[in-house]
């Protein structure tokens, strides 16, 4: 019944994913784990589907890469160099630190930044403490608990909002998720499944889009909060 996230896209065709962790597979294969490798078809979906929305410009909000380089970022590198009609802004996360100097530095539309401010919101990596200002951000890799009844439940990931704080679902499909208690003051957004059945848990969890889209608010100063496709 979970359904993998999809990047989160504004009527402005600039989307924002975080959290996907290219690479982890070959990683534990290399320390003796026979983890699968599910990422390179999830590679190719994704450029297909900025190719088939026309997209201009994307932000990576942190841990593109699980690791050090593998046959898989370099397959994401050898896709992303060929569109050079979009510009890719990749925030660096913890997991990018060790190779973020040697990955993509030579192809002028992929762009790194610690962070970036886009039309007054800050877009990191990491949760920010002690602000009032708004942001967007990934890292936790957030998820519930979804009641099936009969005493049964899903996993599924998650985006949360707060007054000034969004964060991203992971959009790797080997990220795991950190499951989260709701709590009053945060709406926590889940996907739908393939039936397009919505999905709403208590009042706080809503159903919704793959596709997330962004609209100003003036009594908000961070986002209107729509879903729709």
């Not at 660096?92 to 762009?111: E, M, P, T, V, Y």
């Not at 992971?170 to 499944?193: D, E, M």
Request: net charge positive; glycine share 8%.
């Amino acid at each position: 019944m979970a359904t993998q996230p999809k990047p989160v896209a504004s009527r402005f065709r600039q989307p924002f994913l975080s959290d996907f962790h290219l690479g982890k597979a070959e990683a534990f294969q290399r320390a003796g784990i026979n983890l699968p490798q599910k990422s390179q078809g999830q590679i190719d979906g994704f450029f297909a589907l900025l190719q088939e929305k026309k997209i201009k410009e994307v932000f990576i909000l942190g841990d593109l890469l699980h690791g050090p380089t593998t046959l898989e970022t370099q397959h994401f590198l050898s896709l992303l160099q060929s569109l050079n009609h979009i510009h890719f802004h990749w925030i660096l996360g913890n997991h990018d630190a060790r190779s973020a100097h040697r990955f993509g530095q030579d192809i002028a539309h992929f762009k790194q930044a610690k962070n970036l401010n886009w039309n007054g919101i800050l877009l990191c990596h990491e949760p920010q403490e002690c602000t009032d200002s708004p942001y967007i951000c990934g890292h936790i890799h957030p998820g519930i608990y979804l009641p099936l009844g009969a005493k049964q439940r899903a996993r599924v990931a998650c985006g949360m909002l707060s007054k000034n704080q969004l964060v991203l679902p992971a959009f790797g499909s080997l990220t795991g998720l950190h499951i989260q208690k709701p709590s009053t003051g945060i709406t926590y957004y889940i996907f739908r499944n393939k039936s397009g059945t919505k999905m709403r848990i208590q009042i706080q969890l809503k159903g919704g889009y793959s596709l997330w889209h962004f609209t100003r608010n003036q009594a908000n100063p961070l986002i209107k909060y729509n879903l729709s496709q």
